[in-house]
């Protein structure tokens, strides 16, 4: 059974920052692709960052220069690191997995990011 658990969120001042890390179990997720979402208030959820098996890293634009994501594929594991946090940065934050076998995704429980002074 694929499980992802998400840690680290909290509440941070604007410029501060956070780590996010999302342990994966169940399978072995080296040809997964991975990444993180995040979901404001009444809005679907919008792609922050993914990392494919081999690498290859995609970021929204609101986030490029500030949020680095990274993986470590013999423990399964991967990370947000989130720099000069903004207020509209503030959301629940899901990690994901795509299976490139049978297209299924898979979801974390979310953990929620507050930038506020």
């Known amino acids: 059974q694929v499980q992802l658990v998400e840690s680290g969120g909290g509440v941070v001042q604007p410029g501060g920052s956070l780590r996010l890390s999302c342990i994966a179990s169940?399978?072995?997720?080296?040809?997964?692709?991975m990444g993180w979402y995040r979901q404001f208030p009444g809005k679907q959820r919008e792609l922050v960052a993914r990392?494919?098996?081999?690498?290859?890293?995609n970021y929204a634009d609101s986030v490029k220069g500030r949020f680095t994501v990274s993986r470590d594929i013999a423990k399964n594991t991967m990370a947000l690191q989130m720099n000069s946090l903004k207020p509209e940065d503030t959301a629940v934050y899901y990690c994901?997995?795509?299976?490139?076998?049978?297209?299924?995704?898979?979801w974390g429980q979310g953990t929620q990011v507050t930038v506020s002074s």
């Open positions: 169940g399978t072995t997720f080296s040809a997964y692709v």
């Open positions: 990392i494919t098996g081999g690498g290859s890293i």
């Open positions: 994901y997995a795509h299976s490139p076998f049978t297209a299924v995704d898979y």
